[in-house]
């Protein structure tokens, strides 16, 4: 089974609105990463949060990380239309720099 | 940098047929994974390997499947023979042993018919 789970599966906001999405996973991690993936095209990586870290930020993007509820949430503020696209929170329990994606979150914003 | 290549973009075989994916990771980048995406099953990792040596396949469906990485620029995955179940979209990444960030190359779409 995957080891990380979006919540929601789909989400539709307008533009200018702030999208939050959800991830929980089942084991301890060192890191998580999330990453976005447009139509048609391979994932890219947008930001990491570290075990022992809280909350993140760049740009647009706040992550949070609650390891004692085995959770993240990826929030986007001030959404744009190019911000379409599915979103995957991956984790990283081991020290072979294996990742495992949930099933993502497909993201969209209307203008 | 021109990122990670996969060859060919989009592929379409018939059952039975061999295919082969190909896939030349970022100049200097040690580790590679090639994945697989499906409506159904979500992104699964399929093998990695570290200095061109396998890892781990554990995610390898079956005998059918092969990867290899004769050297650190290139990489095939080879399905042999192919099955309509083996549609997907097949994705290499890269990343350098000392970070975390996985750089994604296009992906090969795969029809089987």
């Known amino acids: 089974s995957q080891q990380g789970e979006e919540d929601p599966q789909a989400l539709s906001i307008q533009e200018g609105e702030n999208a939050t999405m959800n991830c929980s996973y089942k084991?301890?991690?060192?890191?998580l990463q999330w990453y976005r993936q447009n139509s048609g095209r391979g994932l890219v990586h947008l930001i990491l949060?570290?075990?022992?870290?809280r909350e993140k930020h760049s740009g647009r993007l706040r992550v949070t990380l609650d390891t004692s509820k085995k959770s993240s949430s990826l929030l986007i503020t001030a959404s744009r239309a190019a911000d379409t696209a599915s979103y995957f929170c991956?984790?990283?329990?081991?020290?072979?720099?294996?990742?495992?994606f949930g099933g993502g979150t497909r993201l969209m914003v209307k203008p | 940098d021109a990122g990670v290549i996969q060859s060919p973009r989009h592929e379409v075989t018939e059952m039975g047929q061999e295919v082969t994916l190909r896939c030349k990771p970022i100049?200097?980048?040690?580790?590679l994974f090639w994945y697989r995406q499906t409506m159904m099953r979500g992104l699964e990792l399929l093998i990695y390997?570290?200095?061109?040596?396998?890892?781990?396949d554990s995610g390898m469906p079956e005998d059918r499947f092969s990867a290899k990485m004769p050297n650190a620029s290139f990489s095939t995955l080879k399905i042999q023979p192919s099955e309509p179940r083996d549609s997907a979209v097949y994705f290499c990444?890269?990343?350098?042993?000392?970070?975390?960030?996985?750089?994604f190359g296009p992906g090969t779409r795969l029809t089987v018919t």
């Open positions: 390997f570290n200095n061109n040596v396998p890892i781990d």
């Open positions: 949060i570290r075990s022992n870290e």
């Open positions: 990444a890269s990343i350098h042993g000392g970070g975390h960030e996985q750089y």
């Open positions: 100049s200097g980048h040690d580790y």
């Open positions: 084991t301890s991690i060192n890191n």
């Open positions: 991956a984790t990283d329990n081991n020290a072979g720099n294996m990742l495992t």
